[in-house]
Nanobody
Framework: QVQLVESGGGLVRAGDSQTLSCAAD????????IAWFRQVSGKEREFVAA????????NYADLVQGRFTISRDNAKNTVYLEMNDLKPEDTAIYYC????WGLGSVQKNRYTYWGQGTQVTVST
């Protein structure tokens, strides 16, 4: 089992950068792939980025490819999402999720554990 806590959200302007953190608490947290999803009220939760449990592979949604970077620091049990050149359409609640022995799937039903989310708001 792993518990996830997101942090780093807030209000930024278009073009700014922001980094989200996902702290994983659990004795086997390094065995989990971690993904970021986001959701806007009234819409489906969508995949953003994922990193495999080894950290050796990453996966990105087309909408964020080249702007967002996911990384993990297993020594700190933390996964980061660095977001650059933010756009108003990036505004959403961002959730991190964990998948045991995962390789970075885009499918949210692969992820067993979820954090509570952190709000990111990008103004024009």
């Amino acid at each position: 089992q792993v518990q996830l806590v997101e942090s780093g959200g807030g209000l930024v302007r278009a073009g700014d950068s922001q980094t989200l953190s996902c702290a994983a608490d659990g004795p086997t947290s390094s065995n989990y792939a971690i993904a970021w999803f986001r959701q806007v009220s009234g819409k489906e939760r969508e995949f953003v980025a994922a990193v495999s449990w080894t950290g050796g592979s990453t996966n990105y949604a087309d909408l964020v490819q080249g702007r967002f970077t996911i990384s993990r620091d297993n020594a700190k049990n933390t996964v980061y999402l660095e977001m650059n050149d933010l756009k108003p359409e990036d505004t959403a609640i961002y959730y991190c999720a964990a998948h045991l022995w995962g390789l970075g799937s885009v499918q949210k039903n692969r992820y067993t554990y979820w954090g509570q989310g952190t709000q990111v708001t990008v103004s024009t």
